[in-house]
Nanobody
Framework: QVQLVESGGGLVQAGGSLRLSCAAS????????MGWHRQAPGKQRELVAS???????NYADSVKGRFTISRDNAKNTVYLQMNSLKPEDTAVYYC????????????????WGQGTQVTVSS
């Protein structure tokens, strides 16, 4: 079993910064992609950013230049540094891990965290 635990959400004024962290735990052998999605009230969940085990990052157009995703493979942890936050960034942010291989089975699975609230006031 794999668990993803997020931290770092909160309330910030527009223009401010927050750093989200997500640590994966369990009998993990490897994780292909780790990333962050977000869901605002009344909207569908959308990809914010993702990063492969090799360090290749991908960003939504709406956050390019403002958000930076990074990853510590040794700690199975992914980070999202969010700068120049806007009210439209307000959402629940979910960490996910794709194609996770654990030591007890060779078949990969995807996992999600419980989400952390980010609120940006104007």
């Amino acid at each position: 079993q794999v668990q993803l635990v997020e931290s770092g959400g909160g309330l910030v004024q527009a223009g401010g910064s927050l750093r989200l962290s997500c640590a994966a735990s369990g009998n993990i052998f490897s994780i292909n992609v780790m990333g962050w999605h977000r869901q605002a009230p009344g909207k569908q969940r959308e990809l914010v950013a993702s990063v492969t085990s090799g360090g290749n990052a991908n960003y939504a157009d709406s956050v390019k230049g403002r958000f930076t995703i990074s990853r510590d493979n040794a700690k199975n942890t992914v980070y999202l540094q969010m700068n120049s936050l806007k009210p439209e960034d307000t959402a629940v942010y979910y960490c996910n891990a794709e194609r996770v291989i654990i030591t007890t089975t060779p078949f990969p699975h995807d996992y999600w965290g419980q989400g952390t609230q980010v609120t940006v006031s104007s």
